[in-house]
Nanobody, 122 residues
Framework: QVQLVESGGGLVQAGGSLRLSCAKSITTLNRYDIGWFRQAPRKEREFVAA????????LYADSVKGRFTISRDDAKNTVYLQMSSLKPEDAADYYC???????????????WGQGTQVTVSS
């Protein structure tokens, strides 16, 4: 099993930056890829970014490429999502999730955190 806890959400002005953290508590020896998803009110959950278990490869949604950076620190069991140049449309609840193989579909992910809210003021 793996438990995920997101933190770092909050209120930020448009054009500002914010770093989200996903702390992992893993009780098996399985290697997991980690993805970030977001869901705005009255909208479907959408893929944001993902990183493989060894950090060798990353994936980004076109809407955030060049503005967001995903990274991981295995010594701290934490995955980060550094967000910059934030736009009002980035406002959403952000979730991290674990999968055996990262992809852009939420159906690929087995474990999910409870989410952290990001609000962007215009």
């Amino acid at each position: 099993q793996v438990q995920l806890v997101e933190s770092g959400g909050g209120l930020v002005q448009a054009g500002g930056s914010l770093r989200l953290s996903c702390a992992k508590s893993i009780t098996t020896l399985n290697r997991y890829d980690i993805g970030w998803f977001r869901q705005a009110p009255r909208k479907e959950r959408e893929f944001v970014a993902a990183i493989t278990w060894n950090g060798a490869r990353t994936l980004y949604a076109d809407s955030v490429k060049g503005r967001f950076t995903i990274s991981r620190d295995d010594a701290k069991n934490t995955v980060y999502l550094q967000m910059s140049s934030l736009k009002p449309e980035d406002a959403a609840d952000y979730y991290c999730a674990a999968a055996f193989s990262a992809g852009t579909s939420s159906s690929s992910y087995i474990y999910w955190g409870q989410g952290t809210q990001v609000t962007v003021s215009s």
